[in-house]
């Protein structure tokens, strides 16, 4: 973990997730010669196993992460996470890494593609609703991607909401902390939720989402874990996901029924697709994570790291 994070520190979050951004925005271009599928999740009372795999024709690779909302309350991180690289031609693992931060890293930069595709223009203030482990890198993300200057904040917990704002204050955006999510969403243009809740807990009220925002909703990642009403996702003018099938069981179209009408991400960054049309649009990106975007990530990593001379092929490196 140290050595994943001193990784981060030396390149510096913030360009770490623009440099991602763009590489998955390459990888998304290419989407259809790559292998994906919905991942592999293991539920408990406590929470959810998950393993996530993608591919393409030299490079196999997934990630096992898990979603643990009690943990805090326990000493540990709600997510953590562990990726692989595998060679096709061979069989044979080429790289290992602690993805617990890359995770947060990724997570922000699949916003900021989405941000890049849907958010309105000139857009500079950031509602967070939900202040932990995803909310700063969150921040990061759309300030890089968007230029985002000004946070609003809300969490259930104030500590939370105090701590982000501590933070975020020092990197340099102008913060208002909210006393609850409508607060902080008012006037905002992009609103981000990032909460943790094991229950299907309405976080963001319809009446407190107004026409012309961009939505990130990244909480709701699980069957009985969502974070928007339906009312928000039937009013969108383009509901976007990672992967449909995937999306259908664990994001916030879950409360929808099968046919809702929804957008794969890939598809607006290939051009097949539409994104935002016009300033007037309320448009959401319904996140639930994906493999191709641990696929990209693993590849970012090692790649550096080859062009480092730090990870001679084959040989695995533990970051
Ligand atoms: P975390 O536990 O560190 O933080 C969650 C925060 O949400 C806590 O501060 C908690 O107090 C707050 N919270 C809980 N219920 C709330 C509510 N109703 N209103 C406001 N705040 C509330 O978790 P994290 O690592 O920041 O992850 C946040 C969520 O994002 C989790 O649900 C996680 O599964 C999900 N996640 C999604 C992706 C993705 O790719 N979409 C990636 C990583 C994490």
Redesign the pocket.
Known sequence: VPATAAWVARRGPERVIAELTDALERDFRRWPELETRPRVASHSRDGVIELMPASDATTFGFKLVN?H?L??SRGY???TALGMLVDVHNGYPSFLAEMTIL??LR?AA?SALAARCLAPRGARTLAL???????EFQALGMRAELGVERLRL????PA?TAKVARNATALGFDVTPCDD?GQAARGADVVTT????KRN?T?LLDRDVADGQHLNA??G?CPG?TELEPATLRRASVVVVEHEEQTRVEGEIQNLPPGFPVTELWRIVRGEAPGRRDAGELTVFD???FGVEDLTTLRFVREDLLGQGRAPDPLLAWL
């Not at 990032?194 to 809740?197: G, K, L, N, P, R």
């Open positions: 979603g909302p943990n805090p991180q709600t997510v995770t947060a997570t699949t609703i939900g202040c932990g482990a995803q909310a809300y969490d259930v917990d939370a999510p990032c909460t943790a809740d807990a976080v990244i909480g990642d874990k996140s639930v994570g």
